[in-house]
């Protein structure tokens, strides 16, 4: 299991954590001190990761086009927090 924190700008932190199998995301979690709304949206970003291939275009892009959704309100991260999180933790995972 790869592990990956990011402290975002005004000092929220993000953390990822993934385990990565045969080139795909086996299992990914995201916690931290960001607000994401409705709560169970996190999951769903976490279900449309998993099972993707461990790749940066792929991975960037899910989480990109996942946070264009109208009913999801984020605060204390950015999408692309998401993204510099998520890719770092697959870096270490390598």
């Known amino acids: 299991m790869s592990k990956a924190e990011l402290k975002v700008k005004g000092g929220k932190l993000v953390k990822c954590r993934l385990d ?14 960001f607000f994401l709304h409705p709560e169970e949206y996190i999951e769903k970003l976490e279900n449309s990761l998993t099972g993707a291939a461990a790749s940066t275009e792929i991975i960037k892009n899910i989480i990109e086009e996942f946070f264009k959704k ?16 998520t890719l770092s933790c697959l870096e270490a995972y390598k």
């Open 20 to 33: 990565v199998e045969e080139g795909y995301i086996k299992n990914i979690k995201y916690t931290g001190d």
């Open 70 to 85: 109208p009913e999801i309100t984020l605060i204390g991260a950015s999408p692309e927090d998401f993204v510099k999180v």
